[in-house]
């Protein structure tokens, strides 16, 4: 039982460089998240998804763009990183209902030099 | 959104209970409060949620005040392995925006 897989777990970029951080749950969730965390701070939300083809901003969308291939997988893509975008990123899952808890991935280490 | 204010660092003795506090003074009716947790540098971990009611499972209690402006999360008995950074998030229950702030970094000595 996996839950929320995020890979790559580590990732340095030369400022310009694109990539791609990818998430996969295993808990039938419709909704999906990316938040990013910067040393020291608290989390801060990028993207979400509430349900397949579907995706709303964050507070800090800007620099990011994401897919919501279909209802496993959301994927947020740097398109020309910079150093401001060195940070760890989660990707997480919320299931239906009141609790509707967040399950969280092992984060994704990014640095831009 | 209700946006909520929590002190940014507290202390607690082993063994003794940690009340973490939060306000969130312009909560709607509609809005749940959810307490998570973020230990060292894994992903947030839910703890417990409440509209009205305190609530208590098995790892915490909530207490929620009567006109709902602020709630405290209580550790009845704090171990070393609580030690981390504890959010109080209010969320409206058909919302999916689900932002989490700055917290409060709880220590526990022993």
């Known amino acids: 039982n996996a839950g929320v897989t995020q890979t790559p777990k580590f990732q340095v970029l030369k400022t310009g460089q694109s990539m791609t951080l990818q998430c996969a749950q295993d808990?039938?969730?419709?909704?999906m998240y990316w938040y990013r965390q910067d040393p020291g701070m608290g989390l801060r939300l990028i993207y979400y998804?509430?349900?397949?083809?579907?995706?709303d901003k964050g507070e800090v969308p800007n620099g990011y763009n994401v897919s919501r291939l279909n209802k496993r997988e959301f994927s947020l893509r740097l398109e020309s990183a910079a150093p401001s975008q060195t940070s760890v990123y989660f990707c997480a899952s919320r299931g239906r209902g009141i609790r509707g808890e967040l399950f969280f991935g092992e984060g994704s280490r990014l640095t831009v030099l | 959104d209700a946006k909520t204010t929590q002190p940014p660092s507290m202390d607690c003795a082993e063994g003794r209970a940690a009340n973490l506090p939060c306000n969130h003074s312009?909560?709607?009716?509609?809005?749940?409060v959810y307490w998570y947790r973020q230990i060292h540098s894994q992903g947030p971990q839910y703890i417990i949620h409440?509209?009205?009611n305190n609530e208590t499972n098995e790892m915490a209690s909530l207490i929620i005040t009567e006109d709902r402006k602020s709630s405290t999360l209580i550790l009845p008995h704090a171990t070393l392995r609580d030690t981390a950074v504890y959010y109080c998030i209010v969320r409206v229950d058909n919302n999916n925006d689900m932002r989490f702030g700055a917290g409060t970094r709880l220590t526990v000595k022993p």
């Open positions: 312009t909560i709607s009716g509609n809005e749940y």
């Open positions: 998804s509430a349900s397949e083809g579907t995706t």
């Open positions: 409440g509209l009205k």
């Open positions: 808990m039938n969730h419709n909704s």
